[in-house]
């Protein structure tokens, strides 16, 4: 697999740094690591990362306005939700927010490299966090 | 479905997965399990509490609570495989705070066509063994659980008058 940029979103911690863990594993980079929406879209505009790990709830503002707010920066960014919440309706909200797929908690490493995979066959990454215009 | 039929169905899954992530994340066996009402006043909490909102079609907030023994033992299986925390305290509430969100979050998921729009809050987390006061008697859902290194308890607390919007506890 290609290796990646990809930002972290994650109000846990520990969550993020396992996360970063199994990235680097499967042969991506950590860029950055965001603990809330409101930092996640300040963090994107300066790293422009390949992709985007995006938990849904945190503090300020959720995963799914994050995720609307990075796509008006790069309408390619190619955005991975991993969240607990596993209701049918926020998978969709996820999708039409925008999100290239979506993960639910725990996180198996090999889960996650199967949804990066299929996420990026989808839209032809790694240029997919470059700015529009 | 009635409010306190989706309550129940909400505090089977809890169970149900509560169990499955303690022995698949962790590796630990619960073994026994108490379910009960409680009618009191007054709710005692063990040394550590983490607490999420359930808000949208449901209205409840869900509390889990430890022994001292058992957080500190989930945590060091837990965080095995990263770099020691600077400050142990951090990664005992973020053990806790991970472990209520996605049992929770993913007991929702057979909520789907039942109560479509429910939503999380984050998790908030109380020290030290306080007691939750109510003004008046109330019947609070209680799962009691223990494991080899302590027990915990599930609390399932509405309508919201203990905390307030932001989850501040209420002083009474």
Redesign the interface.
Known sequence: MESLRVMVVE?????S??LQ?MLERLGHQVVCMAGTGTQAVELYRQHQPDLVTMDI???DMDGIEATRRILEISPRALILMV???????MVMDAIEAGARGYV???VKEDKLGEHITTAMAHCGAPDAGKPSG | MDGKQYLNLLFDQVEERTRE?LRD?IGMEVLSVRRRVEDVRRLGLRYLTSLLAVGGDLEVYLAFTFDESLIRKICEI??R???PAEDDD??LS??A??MI?????????V???KC???S???PVFIREGKLLTKRRHARFLMLRLLLDSGEMSIFCIGPKEIFDEQLNYRES
């Open positions: 109000d846990s911690g520990i969550t740094k396992k863990m709830t945190m503090p969240t607990a919440h596993g209701q049918e309706q639910v908690k725990p | 992530y994340e837990y965080t495989d990263l770099e951090v990664y973020e053990t705070g991970d969100n996605v049992i929770v979050g993913n007991s929702l998921s909520m789907s066509d479509p729009a429910v999380l809050s984050p």
